[in-house]
C-alpha cells in the first residue's frame, strides 16, 4: 500500500529518469535531478533535526521550488510555501500561525528570506549540491504515517485572517489517483502551469507529473498579459493539458487573440474555481472542437478539487456549466436548512465526505469545528465531514450544480435574492464580457460591476426591464478590467470596498 | 504622448513614465494594467489594438504605447 507521496517520484524516477519533470521553458529539471537535489535537502534538513515541522519556502516559481517540497517532505517536515508579492502582515500572520524554525530561498529571495528572522536561512543552492543521507531518509520513512502533514496552504478567509488547511499523504494520494484517473492523464500530458505555487490548485499538474511521468511547464507570469504570446508558448512547448482558472482562460478568449491563435497542441482543457461566462466558455469551444473540456469544482478543505464535469453534452442556452460528479471515493450530501438531506432537485449546501477532507485549520480549533463537522446523518460512530458553504442542487441529468455561495443568497427587502441572477442579467448583452453581482451587508445594498460597452445608465434601464424592481442594483460600476486576486479570481473583497467609499447612482 | 503618460499615471502613481522603460521587463504593469490600457486607448484615442498588438515590446515603455498607436492609427 502506498503511504507515502514521494513513492511516486521515487518509481517514476527509475522508469524515466532522464524525461524532464519540470519547466520554465528556459529551464528544466528531469526527475533523476529531482529526485537527487530533494534527497540531498531531506538528508541536510534531517540533519539539522528537523522533523515533523513547517519549513517554509520563500522561491520564486521554478523547478526548484518544487524539488524543495519534496526536499521538505523527505525529511518527514510539511512545507508552507511564500511569495515575493504577499505582502509582509500576511507572511507574518502565516509565521505566527505555524511558528517554523526554517525557510529555505533561492537566491534572489534569501534577503527577505533573511529578513524573517528565523532561526535558519537555507539557500536552496547550498542544501540541494550535498550528499544524501540514505539510512536517515530510511528511518524517516519507516516512522511516517500516511495520515502526517505535507502541506499547510493558507486560504484568503473572509475575516481577513488567513487560515491554514493542513493535508496530509493520504488525502493527497487519494486526490492525485481518482484526479489522474478521471481526465485521463499518462506519460504524454504535458501541462502548462498557471496557478500560484503556495496555493493547493498546483496539484492537478505537480502530482501526475509525477505519478505518470508527465512534464510540467511553469508559464511565466508575464504571458498572462499577453495573449498570442501565451498561445505561441503553449505551442513552443507542444503543451496539450491546461488546468487553469477561469480569468486566464478568459483573458486570452476576451481579447479576440483565440481565433487567429487557436493553441495547436491543446487537447484537454480544465477549469475552475470560478464561473465560467458562457460566452467565453463557447468561444472556446468552437476554437477547439476536439478538445476536452472539464469543469472542477472544490474547496482546498477537501483537498484540491472534488468534483468534475466533462463537457460531453451541448448545454442550453442559459444553463449553467454543471460540476457533474464526484471524483471516486468522494461522496457528496446536500444538507438543507435543518440539517436533513436535501429533497429531489432542491438546493442544499454541498458537504463533502470522504478521505479528500483535510485534517483542518493548523492551529485554529475554534475555525476547525465549524467546518469540519460530524456527518448530521450520522448518529452512530465519529464521521468528519466539510460543509462548503456552496449552495447546489441536481439538475434533470443527476448532475451537480454549483447555485452561489451561500453568502451570495441574500435577503434584500424580505426577499431572497440571487445574486448571480443579476450577474447573468447584465450579461445577457453580447458586448458585456463579465459582471459581478455582491451585496453590501453594512449598506444593504447590490451592487454591480461589469465591464463592457454600455454605460452604467444603459445597463440599469436594461436590467430594469429584465428583473422585479427589488433585484435591481443600487450601485452599478462599469470598469475596464474586474481586480484579480493572485490566484487569479475576481478579487470580490476589493470590491466591497469600492461601494464604501463611492457614493453611485 | 502626454495623453498617454496621464493615462499611465493614473494606473501607477508613483511611477515616472516619462522616462521609464522596462515596464513589462521589470514587472510595473501587470496583466489587469494591459486589459486597462486597452480599454483606455480605444476610449481615448479611438483606437482598437488587435490581439497581434498586444505584445511586450508595444507596452515596454510610454514612448512605445505612443508609437504605436500613431501606428494603428494611421493604418
Same mark, same amino acid.
Given at each position: 500500500?502506498?503511504?507515502?507521496? +514521494?513513492?511516486?517520484?521515487?518509481?517514476?524516477?527509475?522508469?524515466? @529518469?532522464?524525461?524532464?519533470?519540470?519547466?520554465?521553458?528556459?529551464? =528544466?529539471?528531469?526527475?533523476?535531478?529531482?529526485?537527487?537535489?530533494?534527497?540531498?535537502?531531506?538528508?541536510?534538513?534531517?540533519?539539522?533535526?528537523?522533523?515533523?515541522?513547517?519549513?517554509?519556502?520563500?522561491?520564486?516559481?521554478?523547478?526548484?521550488?518544487?524539488?524543495?517540497? /519534496? %526536499?521538505?517532505?523527505? &525529511?518527514?517536515?510539511?512545507?508552507?510555501?511564500?511569495?515575493?508579492?504577499?505582502?509582509?502582515?500576511?507572511?507574518?500572520?502565516?509565521?505566527?500561525?505555524?511558528?517554523?524554525?526554517?525557510?529555505?530561498?533561492?537566491?534572489?529571495?534569501?534577503?527577505?528570506?533573511?529578513?524573517?528572522?528565523?532561526?535558519?536561512?537555507?539557500?536552496?543552492?547550498?542544501?540541494?549540491?550535498?550528499?544524501?543521507? &540514505?539510512?536517515?531518509?530510511?528511518?524517516?520513512?519507516?516512522?511516517?504515517?500516511?495520515?502526517?502533514?505535507?502541506?499547510?496552504?493558507?486560504?484568503?478567509?473572509?475575516?481577513?485572517?488567513?487560515?491554514?488547511?493542513?493535508?496530509?499523504?493520504?488525502?493527497?494520494?487519494?486526490?492525485?489517483?481518482?484526479?489522474?484517473?478521471?481526465? %485521463?492523464?499518462?506519460?504524454?500530458?504535458?501541462?502548462?502551469?498557471?496557478?500560484?505555487?503556495?496555493?493547493?490548485?498546483?496539484?492537478? #499538474? +505537480?502530482?501526475?507529473?509525477?505519478?505518470?511521468?508527465?512534464?510540467?511547464?511553469?508559464?511565466?507570469?508575464?504571458?498572462?498579459?499577453?495573449?498570442?504570446?501565451?498561445?505561441?508558448?503553449?505551442?513552443?512547448?507542444?503543451?496539450?493539458?491546461?488546468? /487553469?482558472?477561469?480569468?486566464? +482562460?478568459? !483573458?486570452?478568449?476576451?481579447?479576440?487573440?483565440?481565433?487567429?491563435?487557436?493553441?495547436?497542441?491543446?487537447?484537454?482543457?480544465?477549469?475552475?474555481?470560478?464561473?465560467?461566462?458562457?460566452?467565453?466558455?463557447?468561444? /472556446?469551444?468552437?476554437?477547439?472542437?476536439?478538445?476536452?473540456?472539464?469543469?472542477?469544482?472544490? @474547496?482546498? #478543505?477537501?483537498?484540491?478539487?472534488?468534483?468534475? /464535469?466533462?463537457?460531453?453534452?451541448?448545454?442550453?442556452?442559459?444553463?449553467?456549466?454543471?460540476?457533474?460528479?464526484?471524483?471516486?471515493?468522494?461522496?457528496?450530501?446536500?444538507?438543507?436548512?435543518?440539517?436533513?438531506?436535501?429533497?429531489?432537485?432542491?438546493? %442544499?449546501?454541498?458537504?463533502?465526505?470522504?478521505?479528500?477532507?483535510?485534517?483542518?485549520?493548523?492551529?485554529?480549533?475554534?475555525?476547525?469545528? #465549524?467546518?469540519?463537522? !460530524?456527518?448530521?446523518?450520522?448518529?452512530?460512530?465519529?464521521?468528519?465531514?466539510?460543509?462548503?458553504?456552496?449552495?447546489?442542487?441536481?439538475?434533470?441529468?443527476?448532475?451537480?450544480?454549483? $447555485?452561489?455561495?451561500?453568502?451570495?443568497?441574500?435577503?434584500?427587502?424580505?426577499?431572497?435574492?440571487?445574486?448571480?441572477?443579476?450577474?447573468?442579467?447584465?450579461?445577457?448583452?453580447? *458586448?458585456?464580457?463579465?459582471?459581478?453581482?455582491?451585496?453590501?451587508?453594512?449598506?444593504?445594498?447590490?451592487?454591480?460591476?461589469?465591464?463592457?460597452?454600455?454605460?452604467?445608465? !444603459?445597463?440599469?434601464?436594461?436590467? &430594469? !426591464?429584465?428583473?422585479?424592481?427589488?433585484?435591481?442594483?443600487?450601485?452599478?460600476?462599469?470598469?475596464?478590467?474586474?481586480?484579480?486576486?493572485?490566484?487569479?479570481?475576481? *478579487?470580490?473583497?476589493?470590491?466591497?470596498?469600492?461601494?464604501?467609499?463611492?457614493?453611485?447612482? | 504622448?502626454?495623453?498617454?503618460?496621464?493615462?499611465? =499615471? #493614473?494606473?501607477? @502613481?508613483?511611477?515616472?513614465?516619462?522616462?521609464?522603460?522596462?515596464?513589462?521587463?521589470?514587472? $510595473?504593469?501587470?496583466?489587469?494594467?494591459?486589459?486597462?490600457?486597452? &480599454?483606455?486607448?480605444?476610449?481615448?484615442? %479611438?483606437?482598437?489594438?488587435?490581439?497581434?498588438?498586444?505584445?511586450?515590446?508595444?507596452?515596454?515603455?510610454?514612448?512605445?504605447?505612443?508609437?504605436?498607436?500613431?501606428?494603428?492609427?494611421?493604418?
Amino acid at each position: 500500500m502506498q503511504k507515502n507521496i +514521494l513513492e511516486y517520484l521515487e518509481k517514476t524516477a527509475v522508469r524515466v @529518469p532522464d524525461k524532464i519533470a519540470f519547466s520554465t521553458g528556459k529551464e =528544466s529539471m528531469t526527475f533523476r535531478e529531482v529526485q537527487t537535489q530533494s534527497r540531498a535537502i531531506g538528508s541536510h534538513l534531517a540533519s539539522m533535526g528537523l522533523y515533523g515541522e513547517s519549513v517554509l519556502i520563500f522561491m520564486d516559481k521554478h523547478p526548484r521550488t518544487v524539488t524543495a517540497f /519534496w %526536499g521538505v517532505i523527505y &525529511a518527514g517536515c510539511f512545507y508552507v510555501c511564500l511569495d515575493e508579492k504577499m505582502p509582509r502582515a500576511r507572511i507574518d500572520s502565516i509565521i505566527d500561525s505555524v511558528k517554523p524554525r526554517a525557510v529555505i530561498a533561492d537566491k534572489k529571495n534569501y534577503k527577505a528570506a533573511e529578513a524573517l528572522s528565523l532561526e535558519f536561512t537555507l539557500l536552496y543552492d547550498d542544501i540541494s549540491a550535498g550528499d544524501e543521507d &540514505a539510512d536517515a531518509l530510511a528511518s524517516i520513512r519507516c516512522r511516517q504515517c500516511d495520515t502526517d502533514p505535507i502541506y499547510v496552504v493558507f486560504t484568503s478567509g473572509s475575516t481577513g485572517v488567513p487560515k491554514g488547511v493542513v493535508a496530509c499523504h493520504r488525502s493527497v494520494i487519494d486526490y492525485t489517483e481518482s484526479l489522474t484517473d478521471a481526465l %485521463g492523464f499518462d506519460e504524454n500530458t504535458v501541462f502548462a502551469n498557471q496557478t500560484p505555487l503556495y496555493f493547493d490548485a498546483p496539484l492537478k #499538474e +505537480l502530482m501526475p507529473t509525477l505519478k505518470m511521468g508527465a512534464t510540467t511547464y511553469f508559464v511565466p507570469r508575464m504571458l498572462f498579459s499577453f495573449p498570442v504570446r501565451l498561445v505561441e508558448y503553449l505551442d513552443t512547448y507542444k503543451i496539450n493539458t491546461v488546468c /487553469w482558472v477561469v480569468s486566464a +482562460l478568459v !483573458q486570452i478568449s476576451s481579447l479576440g487573440a483565440l481565433e487567429a491563435h487557436t493553441p495547436k497542441y491543446l487537447t484537454t482543457v480544465a477549469f475552475g474555481s470560478e464561473v465560467f461566462p458562457r460566452k467565453q466558455y463557447d468561444l /472556446w469551444r468552437a476554437a477547439l472542437p476536439n478538445a476536452r473540456f472539464f469543469n472542477l469544482y472544490g @474547496p482546498t #478543505e477537501a483537498t484540491g478539487m472534488s468534483c468534475y /464535469w466533462r463537457a460531453d453534452r451541448e448545454l442550453e442556452a442559459d444553463e449553467p456549466i454543471p460540476v457533474g460528479r464526484p471524483f471516486d471515493n468522494t461522496d457528496i450530501i446536500l444538507l438543507d436548512a435543518e440539517n436533513k438531506r436535501a429533497e429531489q432537485g432542491a438546493e %442544499g449546501e454541498i458537504c463533502i465526505r470522504g478521505t479528500c477532507v483535510t485534517m483542518g485549520y493548523y492551529n485554529n480549533y475554534e475555525r476547525t469545528d #465549524e467546518a469540519f463537522v !460530524q456527518n448530521p446523518l450520522n448518529s452512530a460512530y465519529r464521521e468528519i465531514i466539510y460543509r462548503t458553504g456552496d449552495i447546489g442542487k441536481y439538475n434533470s441529468y443527476g448532475e451537480l450544480v454549483f $447555485v452561489s455561495r451561500k453568502d451570495n443568497q441574500i435577503k434584500h427587502m424580505g426577499h431572497r435574492i440571487e445574486l448571480g441572477e443579476i450577474e447573468s442579467a447584465a450579461m445577457k448583452r453580447e *458586448d458585456v464580457a463579465r459582471a459581478v453581482c455582491l451585496y453590501n451587508k453594512d449598506k444593504k445594498e447590490i451592487a454591480l460591476f461589469y465591464v463592457g460597452e454600455p454605460d452604467e445608465k !444603459q445597463m440599469l434601464t436594461e436590467l &430594469a !426591464q429584465a428583473l422585479p424592481r427589488y433585484m435591481l442594483p443600487s450601485y452599478v460600476e462599469k470598469m475596464k478590467a474586474l481586480p484579480l486576486t493572485d490566484n487569479g479570481k475576481i *478579487d470580490r473583497r476589493t470590491l466591497i470596498e469600492r461601494t464604501n467609499r463611492k457614493e453611485n447612482t | 504622448m502626454e495623453k498617454v503618460i496621464e493615462i499611465l =499615471s #493614473e494606473l501607477h @502613481p508613483d511611477v515616472d513614465f516619462a522616462t521609464a522603460d522596462g515596464l513589462i521587463d521589470d514587472g $510595473v504593469l501587470d496583466s489587469l494594467d494591459i486589459v486597462s490600457l486597452v &480599454a483606455e486607448i480605444d476610449t481615448e484615442f %479611438g483606437v482598437t489594438v488587435p490581439a497581434e498588438e498586444i505584445i511586450p515590446e508595444n507596452f515596454n515603455s510610454a514612448e512605445a504605447i505612443f508609437a504605436m498607436i500613431t501606428r494603428l492609427d494611421e493604418e
